[in-house]
C-alpha cells in the first residue's frame, strides 16, 4: 500500500532532550516536507527537501533540523526541544518537485507535547 | 511570510443548503490547491489549479481560481453531512529548491442532518 508512515504518533518529552520524529515513504516521491499544525495557524512549513542532500527551510524552521540521506526518508529532529514546540506534525511527500499539479500526500501525524 | 486568509472559520449548516469558503492572499501564487481534512488524519488533495480564471468541478464542489492568481474559491452544492470537516488551501510559491507551500488557516465545515 502506498503510504506515508511517522513515528512515533505520540510523544510526550521534556525540554531540552533531543528527539526524532520518523518519516519514510514507499512511492519513491522526490519531494518530501515537514509541516506543523496549530488551532488558528494552520499548517506551516518547517523544511522540504527536493531530493537526496538537497533541503530548504520553510516558513518556520527554527529550532528544527532535518535530513536526506535517503529517497525514502526524511527525519525531523528537535535538538533541544521547548514548550512553544508542542504541537501536531506532519511529513508530506509527492512525486516531483516542480509540477504544479503536486499532489502531496501526508502522514497520519505526530501529536508532540513538550513539558 | 506569505498569508492565506481564508473565511469563514467555522461553518455550520443544514442538509442540502450551498456554502461558499474563500481563500485570499496579497501574493501571487504559481499554483493552489484545497485539501480536506478529518479528525484525527492528514489532508487530502480535493482540486489542483494552476491557471487564472480556472474553474474545476468535482461533482457537487466547484473551485475556481482569481484571475490575478491570488485567491480562491470553493461552493458547495447541496451540502451533505460527509462532506463535514476542515477545508484548506494551500499556494505553492516556485524556489529552485522546490516549491515552498502556504496553506490557509482553514475553514471548519459542520453539516447538520
Known amino acids: 500500500e502506498a503510504q506515508v508512515t511517522q513515528n512515533p504518533r505520540y510523544l510526550i518529552t521534556v525540554t531540552g532532550k533531543k528527539l526524532t520524529v520518523t518519516c519514510s515513504q514507499n512511492?519513491?516521491?522526490?519531494?518530501m516536507s515537514w509541516y506543523r499544525q496549530d488551532p488558528g495557524l494552520g499548517l506551516r512549513q518547517i523544511y522540504y527537501s527536493m531530493n537526496v542532500e538537497v533541503t530548504d527551510k520553510g516558513d518556520v524552521p527554527e529550532g528544527y533540523k532535518v535530513s536526506r540521506k535517503e529517497k525514502r526518508n526524511f527525519p525531523l529532529i528537535l535538538e533541544s526541544p521547548s514548550p512553544n514546540q508542542t504541537s501536531l506534525y506532519f511529513c508530506a511527500s509527492s512525486q516531483f518537485t516542480y509540477s504544479s499539479y503536486n499532489e502531496q500526500f501526508f502522514g497520519p501525524g505526530t501529536r508532540l507535547t513538550v513539558l | 511570510t506569505q498569508l492565506l486568509e481564508q473565511s469563514p472559520q467555522f461553518l455550520s449548516i443544514q442538509e442540502g443548503e450551498n456554502l461558499t469558503v474563500y481563500c485570499n492572499s496579497s501574493s501571487v501564487f504559481s499554483s493552489l490547491q484545497w485539501y480536506r481534512q478529518e479528525p484525527g488524519e492528514g489532508p487530502v488533495l480535493l482540486v489542483t489549479v494552476v491557471t487564472g480564471g480556472e474553474v474545476k468541478k468535482l461533482k457537487r464542489l466547484t473551485f475556481q481560481f482569481g484571475d490575478a492568481r491570488k485567491d480562491s474559491s470553493l461552493h458547495i452544492t447541496a451540502a451533505q453531512p460527509g462532506d463535514t470537516g476542515l477545508y484548506l488551501c494551500a499556494g505553492a510559491e516556485y524556489r529552485l529548491t522546490g516549491n515552498q507551500f502556504y496553506f490557509g488557516t482553514g475553514t471548519s465545515l459542520t453539516v447538520i442532518p
Open positions: 512511492m519513491n516521491h522526490e519531494y
